[in-house]
């Protein structure tokens, strides 16, 4: 096997975070990281509004308002800010948006067993689901792509995918399965909480509804993502999950209104995408998929470790491990404390029937070394 070239250090990546030196944190995909000037310009907005409570939540809506069109810019020159809203996670965007679905009764909502559990819970909830089945080990999009397809039924409605899967880290909702779905006439809703800031262009494709993450790969503050609806039919019948006085103003803000919450995150977010420009968005996607790419091939040295297919590019990379380890959710779960106990790494550990599967991040403030201690201790801990 040819040794994998070792990555360098993105210079002064780590400098611009606050984590704890002593652990690896290989994990960024769950939570994200927030840069330091990101949390300078978050505080600073935070000693704002305790200044003046009343002059910051009068004009916050705004203020969110203006925040939103400097996101909108990022995600796509050509993009309209008022066909998006902030919302807090990718879970709140899929309930908004399932919720103004029309479905009538016997339709059906096509997943993935790839889904997110909270989204695909939330699809159940509005209409009978149809489980499309994808082998981790499909070796690319276009296997992917007709393996969902073949999952369509006469039933099916709606279908909700993910943009680039969690455990397994690859596309799904591609351009080109978007593009089929919209031939058949089924409505798209994809779940897109690791696209922005990892992929150039994460509308491309062009779902009818789509939410994305802003706090993982955009570096903004947790409680940061948006929701794009392309139609204005879809915007019309969205419904704010809880109703403040912004609720006649339509969308986008009738979501984003929300009374007296901490709009502080969201006014600080465009923030983490400045600075992923002015970083060079190019390159750090390049490096954080070098370092992800070198960390999966050391691991992939290891006995009974597989490395999965991937989609170029992208800066999380998946290997399944031997038969009959972290098969559970329990023993996943298992697995991944003692990694974090043992060696002070954090990953991802995911189950699947016949052997789970590790997930590896790459990061500007990540080392090559990192991940030689990861594949060192997780040889030990596997005996």
């Not at 590790?358 to 991940?371: A, D, F, L, S, T």
Request: glycine share 10%; hydrophobic share 45%.
């Amino acid at each position: 096997m040819t040794e994998p070239t070792t990555p360098s250090a993105f210079p002064g990546g780590a400098g611009l975070f606050r984590l704890d030196p002593d652990i690896a944190h290989l994990n960024h995909g769950s939570f994200g990281a927030v840069p330091i000037p990101v949390q300078d310009a978050h505080q600073a907005l935070r000693e704002e509004a305790h200044a003046d409570p009343d002059a910051f939540f009068v004009e916050a809506p705004d203020r969110v308002a203006a925040a939103r069109t400097r996101i909108a810019a990022h995600l796509d020159p050509d993009a309209d800010p008022e066909t998006m809203a902030f919302v807090s996670n990718a879970t709140e965007g899929a309930n908004l948006a399932l919720g103004a679905l029309r479905l009538a009764e016997g339709e059906e909502i096509l997943v993935t067993d790839h889904g997110y559990g909270t989204v695909v819970e939330a699809a159940a909830r509005r209409a009978p689901l149809t489980t499309v089945s994808l082998d981790p080990a499909l070796p690319d999009e276009d296997a992917v792509r007709k393996a969902v397809l073949a999952g369509l039924t006469p039933r099916t409605k709606v279908a909700v995918l993910d943009h680039i899967s969690s455990p397994t880290a690859r596309v799904i909702a591609s351009p080109g399965l978007l593009a089929d779905l919209a031939e058949r006439g089924i409505t798209t809703v994809v779940d897109g909480a690791h696209a922005l800031g990892m992929l150039p262009d994460p509308l491309a494709g062009r779902a009818d509804f789509w939410f994305g993450n802003l706090h993982k790969w955009g570096y903004a503050p947790p409680g940061s993502a948006v929701l794009a609806v392309a139609d204005a039919e879809h915007r019309a019948r969205i419904r704010p999950l809880v109703p403040s006085w912004e609720h006649h103003r339509g969308f986008p803000r009738a979501v984003e209104g929300r009374a007296t919450v901490d709009y502080t995150g969201w006014l600080a977010a465009p923030e983490g995408l400045d600075l992923l420009a002015r970083l060079d968005a190019a390159t750090v996607r390049a490096h954080n998929s070098a370092l992800a790419a070198y960390g999966a091939a050391l691991l992939a040295k290891l006995p009974g470790l597989v490395p999965l297919p991937h989609t170029e590019g992208l800066a999380m990379r998946a290997l399944r491990l031997p038969p009959g380890i972290a098969e559970t959710q329990d023993g996943a779960r298992a697995l991944r404390e003692e990694i974090a106990a043992r060696l002070r790494i954090r990953v991802l550990v995911w189950p699947w029937p016949g052997g789970g599967g590790i997930r590896v991040c790459g990061q500007i403030y990540n080392r090559p070394q990192e991940y030689e201690r990861l594949a060192a201790g997780l040889a030990a801990l596997l005996g």
